[in-house]
C-alpha cells in the first residue's frame, strides 16, 4: 500500500500520530494526517488539565475537535491521558491525601464515561516510574496518596469504559537491561496476577543520540507481550536525519512486526516543525510536508 496507514493494516497494525488542535485549520497537516495515518492521539487536549481545569467542571470541546474528525475519517483514537503527574491542573497540583485519591477516581471516571465507546486504548496511567537507576516509583502527590493509586485509576477505567483497552504508558522503558523497564514489567506481571485490569503498555520511544533505539528492543517488547498484554509504540520521534535517522525507524517496524501483540505504533506530530522538541528533525516529514528519507523507510518495512 502507498500510505504508512494503509500498509501497517496489511500487517494487521495501525500506523498513528498525534494531533495538536490548534493545528487543525492548517491544510497541509490536516491532508498529511487524513491521508498517511489511521490512529490519533490528541497531543495535549485529553490530559487533565485540558479536560478538569476547575475542579468538577468538565471541558471536552478540543478533546472533541479531535476525536470526531478521526472517527468520522474512520480512524481510531487512543486516549492520553486519565492520571499523569505532568499536566495536572492547578486546583490539583495543590491536593494530597485521600481529598486528591477521591478527585482523582473520579476524574478517571468522568472521562473515561464521556468518551465511553469512542476510544480504542487509553493510557491510563503515564509516566509513573522514576528515572533512579533502581526501578521505583516517581514520586508525585498522586504516589503520596498510597502505592495502589495506579490499579485504582485502572479498575476506575474499566468500570467506566468497559471496552477500551487500558494501557500503562512510559518513557525509558525501551531497554530489556534498564531498571526502569524492569520496575514496569514487574507492576505489570503483579496485576496481571492478581487481575487488576490492564490490556496493554506504551513505550513512549522518545529517542535521541544518548538514548538511541535499543537493540534488544524486539527482547523488551516480546517479553512484555508475554504477561500477556499488548504492547505499542505511541509517543515515537528520532532525533537526527537522513539514511541513520530512517535506519532507527526501519529498526521500530521491525522491532513492532516481529512480535504479534505489537499492535501498532504512532509517531508524536507530522512535520518537524509540528515536534514538541525543542529542536532537530525528528518526525517523518519535513517543515514544508514533504516525504523524508525515514518515511520511506518507514513504508518499506511495513
Ligand atoms: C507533550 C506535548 O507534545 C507538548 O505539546 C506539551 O507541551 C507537553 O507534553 N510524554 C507524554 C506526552 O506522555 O504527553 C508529552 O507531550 C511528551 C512526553
Known amino acids: 500500500a502507498s500510505t504508512l496507514g494503509a500498509s501497517a493494516a496489511e500487517k494487521g497494525r495501525y500506523y498513528g500520530t498525534a494531533i495538536a488542535a ?70 490539583m497540583q495543590s491536593m494530597s491525601g485521600s481529598a486528591l485519591r477521591n478527585a482523582l477516581i473520579n476524574h478517571v471516571t468522568q472521562v473515561a464515561s464521556y468518551y465511553r465507546g469512542k476510544v480504542y486504548a487509553w493510557d491510563v496511567v503515564n509516566e509513573a516510574f522514576a528515572d533512579d537507576g533502581r526501578g521505583s516509583r516517581r514520586d508525585s502527590n498522586l504516589q503520596r496518596t498510597g502505592n495502589d493509586w495506579i490499579e485504582a485509576a485502572f479498575r476506575a477505567a474499566r468500570a467506566a469504559d468497559p471496552n477500551a483497552k487500558l494501557c500503562y504508558n512510559d518513557y525509558n522503558t525501551d531497554n530489556w537491561s534498564h531498571a526502569k523497564t524492569q520496575g514496569v514489567y514487574n507492576m505489570v506481571k503483579d496485576f496481571k496476577a492478581r487481575g487488576v485490569p490492564i490490556d496493554c503498555v506504551g513505550f513512549q520511544a522518545h529517542f535521541n543520540s544518548g538514548n538511541p533505539v535499543p537493540s534488544n528492543y524486539h527482547t523488551t517488547l516480546q517479553n512484555f507481550a508475554d504477561l500477556g498484554v499488548d504492547v505499542q509504540i505511541t509517543e515515537l520521534d528520532i532525533e537526527g536525519s537522513g539514511s541513520s535517522q530512517a535506519q532507527q525507524y526501519q529498526g521500530v517496524v521491525q522491532a513492532c512486526l516481529a512480535v504479534s501483540r505489537c499492535t501498532g505504533i504512532t509517531v508524536w506530530g507530522v512535520r518537524d516543525t509540528d515536534s514538541w522538541r525543542a529542536s532537530g528533525t525528528p518526525l517523518l516529514f519535513d517543515g514544508s510536508g514533504n516525504k523524508k528519507a525515514a518515511y520511506t523507510s518507514v513504508l518499506n518495512a511495513l
Request: proline residues 3%; hydrophobic residues 35%.
Open 22 to 91: 490548534g493545528r487543525m485549520g492548517d491544510s497541509t497537516y490536516m491532508t498529511i494526517a487524513n491521508r498517511e495515518f489511521n490512529m490519533i492521539t490528541a497531543e495535549n487536549e485529553m490530559k487533565m488539565d485540558a479536560t478538569e481545569p476547575s475542579q468538577g467542571r468538565f471541558t471536552f470541546t478540543n478533546g472533541d475537535r479531535i476525536v470526531n474528525w478521526a472517527l468520522s475519517n474512520g480512524k481510531r483514537v487512543r486516549g492520553h491521558t486519565l492520571a499523569w503527574h505532568a499536566q495536572q491542573p492547578g486546583w
